[in-house]
């Protein structure tokens, strides 16, 4: 129980630059009326009512163990798919800040798909959303 408990502590801070750049992302978000819960140990950032969603280039994005997305029926839907994203934090902490983008960028010089085929939402979808490729 004590090594878990200190496997999960190492996690948090492994991945904690990243939480605090979601955090200093969502503070003035949460200063204009976004709405903060607690979810699975990550914190959710629902930026506006639930009947309300509006054309950004993302339904929501992770930063550590800080998930922002549109409105909090959005968020519940793709929380399993944004959890498996804080996994992925927790695993590659600041480097997921570079590693991520890169992929993008080198499927995107070979003629793929940079969000669709990049490696960790392909595993997001594969695990979070029960998806195959």
Request: charged content about 20%.
């Amino acid at each position: 129980m004590r090594t878990r408990s200190l496997c999960r502590l190492a996690a948090y801070l492994w991945a904690a630059p990243c939480s605090l750049l979601g955090l200093l992302l969502a503070l003035p978000l949460l200063l204009c009326g976004a709405r903060a819960s607690r979810q699975h140990g990550a914190l959710e950032i629902a930026l506006w009512p639930d009947d309300q969603v509006r054309r950004l280039p993302f339904a929501a994005i992770t930063f550590g163990h800080v998930i922002i997305g549109q409105n909090r029926q959005l968020l519940a839907r793709l929380r399993a798919h944004e959890q498996v994203h804080v996994r992925q934090y927790q695993r590659w902490g600041v480097l997921l800040l570079l590693a991520y983008p890169a992929a993008s960028l080198w499927l995107w010089l070979r003629g793929k798909r940079p969000y669709r085929d990049n490696p960790f939402e392909v595993e997001a979808r594969r695990l979070g959303d029960g998806q195959r490729d």
